[in-house]
């Protein structure tokens, strides 16, 4: 995406990451990664976003959530491939 380690906030999904996807395809991103919190699952989307320099980058994401014993998310772990 063309940022420097330090850039990036430890929760990618929150914010960061999710409003560099466009527009057109962030509710179905959001979408696919709620039903992955919902049922504890992974997902996996191709998506536009827009690096640090402005430009389009199609990409492909995989991500799993990671629960905590009592069931809630504890996190995600996931990879992004452009």
């Known amino acids: ?18 409003r560099r996807v466009v ?7 959001k ?3 709620n039903a992955a919190v919902a049922n504890n699952t992974s997902f996996e989307e191709t998506v ?3 690096n640090n320099k402005g430009q389009a980058r199609m990409v492909h994401i995989k991500g ?4 905590a014993k ?4 504890s996190r995600f772990v996931g990879i992004v491939r452009d």
Do not use: N
């Not at 995406?1 to 999710?18: N, R």
């Open 1 to 18: 995406m063309g940022y420097h380690t330090a850039e990036i906030p430890k929760s990618l999904y929150q914010g960061f990451f999710q």
């Open 23 to 29: 527009e057109r395809d962030r509710q179905r991103f």
């Open 31 to 33: 979408s696919s990664v």
């Open 48 to 50: 536009t976003i827009m």
């Open 64 to 67: 799993k959530v990671i629960a």
């Open 70 to 73: 009592d069931g809630t998310t």
